[in-house]
């Protein structure tokens, strides 16, 4: 009780301090009065008397400043006037101040932004309900149909019936859902609505499956089971974003029917706003459709594996536990078919397994994916603050010098060094939190940098720019631990200042603490900077030589149009027709020089790979399956590859003519490395079928798939002549367009021409040849522009650094400076006493960043193309570069070095 | 009492083998105000000038007593220590 009212007197005097203050001051003064008049009632003269009093009272002041500290806020008011000090002092040096807060601002903010990503897309769980109970049946990101058994045993895909029997018998689980690992291309046009169809991202699931995430809609209703049964009708429910975006949020879409992929679904429902599915990627659904709506689907064949599972876990159950249970379940499934594992694999039935994985974020394909590039960011941002910093405190001990005769002062005056310390120490932690409030603007600017470069080509990124409560935490103690980290040493050197200095003129000696904590921060810096610029220099030329490589095609002036005919309802007897059309008007627009139909582009993220059985030769099984394409007339020709030998698929080619096939050089060496591949024949699907076509042509490799190996073994088919029997499995999926001038600029016309032929028939996407390869870089070119950035950054300031220092050195020995030319050195000699220390610091640097890069560089090795991690060009461009600015920066002080006037520095205290 | 009153009584009653110096008179007065030990009022002197009063409270009083016992311990050991010396 007595605690509380005495911690209510103690407020209450914090509220009144200045009422306080006068009060106590009165009662002093008032018995020094009283003691005064005694001594004039004692026989004291007047001014004896006075003096007396005052003498007797003492430090008056000191008394004073004791009472007030008994009510306990004093570390209170000393802070406060500390932070009043502070601001005062960076107000009245705004040259330094703005310096001082700009590069902490560059610093914290790409800490900030790379802790954005990081809190995004590693540690951020699926905005669902208790994510931590989800857990994922499989441990891979393996894609996208599998049979048998699958690699290393450990099974992510699973086929329908599988997942029912696991769904059904396992009660430990209180839901399970399946999901298509990829998203399907969607031709969607709302019924009643004359405009033309639109290409959308749709994803097939199963009906718990927002049941299982415990997410409902927003408005109208999620998915349930009843609508994934075969013959429920067709239901979709859209997401928030694409409601918002693309239908403005119109409510009227609640209860409308949109034919999708030529079915007419109804739209039962939205999705909440943040709900992105079960995967952080760039462009997530617009629709989730139920598993049984899409024909399409192998919801009864127990072959084709090709759904993920998601099951949410009941509270308390072991999930190794279960691991056994679902593993035990799988085995005994395969064991029991046949169709699925064939005689020859059954010995590996064993091997199959499954492994819960927990699963808070879904499927991981994007943390995979950008984990080393994560990783890397975050040490070269660490990089450029701590050279930030080094900067700072080399400012601040510029400062602390200057203001040594003033520290000196306060110091003989009877401030405690602590307090000293302290007051200091504050001025530092308010610049490093105004860099820190002025870090979230760049960190905001630089997060939404980064996702343009890296998810460039996409239309919709689920990743929000704004900081978010743990990065402004984040932000707010980086700040705070920079300020005290990097501002206590020079605190504490600052009040070092020894009392004599204050009365004697300081400057005369040629020592300086200072300067020993500058040059090491200096020769730091330096090496830092070498290792980023080297890092840079080593990744952009890795970049220019991933975009300007040989790949066998050729993108300039080329333009590549993405069409999906079955999405528009065509089957394989009117398709003839579609491409006669098509390749009849195609080269009729303006400027097109020709035009040609594949199933799939180079470099377009399609492959299609089979096994070949060579006529005339034993089955090869120790290759892998060499890539295919199905290519129209031209094909060729449009795209760049040149033809070597024999002749490339024509217009003859049509299904009555002889069955032809055309290689590449990469598949001719390997299936005839001795004789003549012209001529000879090849089949696919068992070797009864090995004369099924005969090779007429070979064309120079080209990069269809990965931009950093060689080309894929590759064979052609002409697009028509598919055999009776064989399965249309793809269709047209591209069209390419060899154009003079600009590709994009017939976007418009090729639109037409198509919409002319056939007006429900879905364009995917328009791009031109050169864009659709440079998105396969997406990720090298992000790592490439940062590293540059940071390299730049790191550059500037490690010379605004080595200026700074100079300056000081030259200010400081001024002095010293003019008594040597007036001891008759010359210009030269100054010059080199200057230049001399910057360019042993300079020396040193290099010597210890050198080859920390190299060590570096052998940790960036793999991912480089085309140039070593030591290489000697870019190394010593990177040096040089270096030198060169840094020699420039402490060149400028050293210039005005030479032209001080001995007279004047003798003079200057 | 006010300050200098409180003071001047105690040099009085110890006959001037105590002076409390006004250095320490006002911080112990402070704290003793922040315990609520003590009441303060403003109030005016003989002489016509405004003083600060104290006045003892009930807590300030029981305060007392626990300080004075403790004070007569310490006087009866010093006490003995001495008698056997």
């Known amino acids: ?909 | 009492m006010h300050g200098y009153e409180i003071a001047d009584s105690i040099q009085r009653i110890s006959e001037d083998v105590l002076q409390v110096e006004e250095g320490s008179l006002y911080p112990a007065l402070q704290r003793m105000l922040i315990k609520g030990w003590v009441k303060a009022k403003w109030g005016v002197t003989a002489g016509n000038r405004r003083a600060r009063y104290y006045q003892l409270t009930t807590l300030g009083r029981k305060q007392l007593a626990v300080e004075v016992s403790q004070f007569e311990r310490v006087m009866r050991a010093i006490a003995r220590v001495v008698q056997t010396a």
């Not at chain 1, 769980?125 to 989800?134: I, K, R």
């Not at chain 1, 097939?204 to 009708?233: C, E, H, Q």
């Not at chain 1, 059985?613 to 290519?631: C, F, L, M, N, Q």
Request: neutral net charge.
């Open chain 1, 1 to 909: 009780m007595t605690f509380f009212s005495e911690l209510g007197r103690r407020l209450l005097m914090l509220v009144r301090r200045h009422q306080f203050d006068r009060e106590l001051e009165e009662e002093m003064r008032l018995h020094q009065e009283l003691r005064e008049q005694e001594h004039l009632g004692a026989g004291m003269s007047a001014e004896e008397a006075h003096y007396t009093a005052r003498r007797h009272f003492g430090n008056a002041t000191l008394t004073q400043e004791r009472s007030r500290d008994m009510w306990g806020w004093s570390w209170l008011e000393n802070a406060m006037q500390d932070v009043r000090y502070g601001l005062r002092q960076l107000r009245r040096s705004p040259g330094f101040t703005a310096v001082a807060v700009l590069t902490l601002a560059l610093g914290i903010g790409a800490n900030t932004a790379i802790f954005t990503l990081i809190d995004a897309v590693m540690l951020r769980s699926l905005p669902v309900a208790n994510p931590g109970q989800l857990y994922r049946l499989g441990d891979n990101n393996n894609c996208c149909v599998m049979i048998g058994t699958q690699n290393g045993g450990s099974f992510v895909l699973y086929s329908y019936p599988l997942y029912e029997h696991l769904r059904d018998d396992t009660t430990d689980f209180s839901e399970v859902a399946a999901f298509q690992p990829f998203l399907s291309d969607l031709s969607v046009r709302r019924s009643g609505v004359a405009s033309a169809a639109e290409p959308y991202k749709g994803e097939f699931v199963s009906g718990n499956y927002f049941t299982m995430f415990g997410v409902g809609a927003i408005t109208g209703r999620a998915l349930s089971s009843s609508d994934d049964k075969s013959g429920a009708p067709p239901a979709a429910v859209m997401s928030y974003h694409t409601w918002q975006t693309h239908f403005g949020g119109d409510p009227s879409v609640i209860g409308a029917t949109f034919t999708i992929n030529t079915v007419p679904y109804t739209v039962v429902g939205v999705t909440p706003p943040g709900f992105y599915g079960d995967t952080l990627r760039s462009d997530p659904p617009d629709f989730w459709l139920p598993l049984a709506a899409d024909p399409d689907r192998w919801l009864f064949s127990a072959e084709p594996e090709w759904l993920y599972l998601i099951g949410r876990l009941r509270p308390g159950v072991a999930p190794e536990r279960v691991q056994a249970q679902l593993t035990g379940e799988l085995q005994q499934w395969l064991g029991s078919r046949p169709e699925v594992i064939p005689e020859r694999d059954r010995g590996d039935i064993a091997k199959q397994h499954i492994h819960l994985t927990p699963a808070p974020s879904g499927v991981d394909q994007m943390q995979t994916d950008y984990a080393a590039a994560l990783r890397l960011l975050v040490t070269i941002a660490a990089l450029v603050l701590l050279i930030a910093c080094a900067n700072i405190a080399n400012l601040l001990l510029a400062r602390g010098a200057a203001d040594r005769s003033a520290s000196a002062l306060r110091l003989a005056l009877g401030a405690p060094r602590a307090r000293l310390i302290r007051q200091k120490l504050t001025e530092t932690i308010l610049l490093a939190v105004a860099g820190g409030a002025a870090g979230l603007y760049v960190a905001y600017a630089g997060t939404r940098t980064i996702l343009l470069l890296a998810f460039r080509g996409a239309h919709y990124i689920p990743i929000s720019p704004k900081p978010s409560l743990p990065v402004l935490g984040f932000a707010f103690f980086l700040a705070l631990v920079t300020g005290v980290v990097f501002g206590a040493a020079p605190a504490w050197i600052g009040s070092r200042a020894d009392p004599a200095d204050a009365l004697r003129g300081a400057g005369r000696s040629t020592g300086d603490r200072t300067s020993v904590v500058q040059k090491p921060l200096i020769i730091l810096q330096v090496a830092f900077s070498i290792v980023l610029l080297i890092g840079a220099g080593l990744v952009t030329q890795s970049l220019r030589n991933l975009e300007y490589q040989h790949f066998g095609f050729v993108t300039e002036g080329r333009l590549i149009v993405n069409i999906a005919p079955s999405l528009a309802g065509y089957t394989p007897d009117k398709l003839d027709g579609l491409y006669q059309r098509l390749e009849e008007a195609l080269p009729r627009i303006l400027r097109v020089l020709s035009a040609s139909l594949s199933w799939y582009s180079p470099l377009g993220g399609n492959n299609a790979n089979e096994g070949v059985y060579i006529h005339g030769k034993p089955p090869d099984y120790r290759w892998t399956a060499p890539s295919w394409d199905r290519v129209g007339p031209h094909y060729f020709e449009t795209i760049g590859t040149r033809l070597l030998r024999g002749r490339a698929i024509e217009e003859r080619d049509t299904p009555a003519a002889q069955r032809i096939a055309v290689i590449n050089e990469t598949f001719a060496r390997r299936f005839f490395p001795k004789e003549d591949p012209i001529g000879q024949h090849l089949g696919m699907g068992d070797a009864s079928h090995s004369g099924d076509y005969e090779i007429v042509g070979i064309v120079e490799d080209a990069k269809y798939q990965d931009t950093r190996g060689p080309a894929y073994a590759t064979f052609f088919l002409p697009l028509l002549q598919t055999p009776p029997g064989e399965p249309l499995r793809g269709w047209v999926g591209a069209i390419e367009l060899y154009v003079a001038g600009k590709p994009e600029d017939l976007e418009p016309f090729v639109r037409k021409t198509v919409a002319g032929i056939d007006p429900n028939l879905t364009i995917l996407r328009v791009q031109s040849f050169a864009e659709q390869v440079n998105l396969n870089f997406n990720q090298d070119r992000l790592i490439a522009r940062l590293t540059e950035l940071f390299g730049l950054l790191a550059l500037i300031l490690a010379c605004v650094g080595l200026y700074g220092v100079t300056a000081y050195a030259v200010e400081r020995r001024t002095n010293e400076i003019g008594i040597r030319m007036a001891l008759g050195a010359g210009r030269r000699n100054v010059l080199g006493l200057v230049l001399g220390s910057a360019l042993t610091q300079l020396g040193l640097g290099l010597a210890i960043g050198i080859p920390a890069a190299l060590a570096g560089g052998r940790l960036l090795a793999g991912q480089l193309y085309g140039v070593k991690s030591y290489d000697p060009m870019i190394l010593g461009l990177a040096a040089s570069i270096l030198a060169g600015c840094a020699v420039l920066a402490a060149s400028v002080p050293a210039r005005r070095a030479t032209k001080v006037d001995p007279m004047v520095a003798l003079r200057q205290e």
